[in-house]
Structure formats: structure tokens, C-alpha cells
């Protein structure tokens, strides 16, 4: 069973190109950051956010300083949460265009069949036809699957650097 989907994805792989390799490569390390910034988020985080909480309530300090702390403390860990965030973004961004690059050696493929033995040999020529087409769509959904678990990510940071400002306004 294995071995069908072994032998598939190896064909896929070299139907696609050379480029394909480079595709799944930003892909490797897109989702290596995306998942490394969801488990921050929902473990590390709330063990920080529980820290700062009660060192806040348990310290004294100067209420000359308090909006300064709060305001500090709340954009330090909106930074600490997006770190990682423009390098995905960036991946997200090439990942088409890497894509659209494989479109580009896939046509020079078929226009190389094209002039070395004409118009006659189909085969060949649909084998450039994939080189040109796999990378792309692999591109493609890379970047468009990448671009809804960045704005979830995004959209989670910003939700719970709002609860943490809520929560400092609370105790402070």
C-alpha cells in the first residue's frame, strides 16, 4: 500500500521537474515555521502570559509608570509573537513564483523537443507540458494554503495580545 503511494509521488516528482524539489523545499520550511509559531503560541505562551500576571500582581511598583510597564509589556510580546511572521510571509510570496519558474523550464523543454525532432513527437512534448504546469499548481496551492494558516496565525496573535492588554489593564 505504501509502496503505491511511494512510486506515485516519486512519478509526480519527476513529472514536475527539478523545480518541484525547490517548491517543496520552501514548502518544508514554511510549514516548519507556521507549525514552530502555533506551538508557541498555544503552549509557551500562556505559561508567559500567567508569568507576567503574576509577577504583575505581586510586584509593587511606581504608578507614575504604570501606563509605560503596560504599554511596554504588551508591544514586547506582540514582538515576541511575530517574530518569524515577514520571513513566512516571504515564503509564501516566492513560493508561486518558484512555481511559475518551473513554467518557464517546462516550456523550454517542449520548445527544445519542438525544434530537435518537430512537431511530431507528443509525448515529449507533453512531458515539457508537465514540467511547466506541476510546478505552478504546486506553487500555487503552497502559497494559497500558507496564506490561510498565516492569517490564522496572525489573527490568533493580535486576539491574544488583545487579552493580554485587557488582562494587564485589569491587575495594573
Excluded at 27 to 52: C, E, N, P, T
Excluded at 102 to 109: D, F, S
Aim: hydrophobic share 50%; aromatic share 12%.
Amino acid at each position: 500500500m505504501i509502496d503505491i503511494y511511494l512510486d506515485e509521488l516519486i512519478r509526480f516528482f519527476s513529472r514536475g521537474g527539478s523545480v518541484l524539489y525547490i517548491v517543496f523545499t520552501i514548502a518544508f520550511f514554511l510549514w516548519g515555521l507556521l507549525i514552530d509559531r502555533f506551538i508557541y503560541l498555544y503552549f509557551s505562551f500562556k505559561k508567559i502570559k500567567q508569568s507576567i500576571l503574576q509577577n504583575l500582581k505581586e510586584n509593587t511598583y511606581d504608578m507614575r509608570f504604570k501606563n509605560e510597564i503596560h504599554t511596554y509589556i504588551v508591544e514586547d510580546m506582540r514582538l515576541e509573537l511575530s517574530k518569524g511572521l515577514d520571513f513566512i510571509k516571504t515564503l509564501i510570496i516566492v513560493c508561486p513564483l518558484v512555481g511559475l519558474l518551473g513554467t518557464v523550464t517546462g516550456m523550454i523543454e517542449v520548445f527544445d523537443v519542438m525544434s530537435l525532432l518537430g512537431n511530431s513527437d507528443v509525448k515529449s512534448m507533453a512531458n515539457g507540458v508537465s514540467m511547466a504546469t506541476i510546478p505552478t499548481m504546486a506553487g500555487m496551492v503552497i502559497a494559497l494554503s500558507g496564506i490561510l494558516f498565516e492569517r490564522k496565525l496572525e489573527n490568533t496573535i493580535n486576539y491574544q495580545v488583545d487579552m493580554l492588554d485587557l488582562e494587564i489593564s485589569k491587575v495594573i
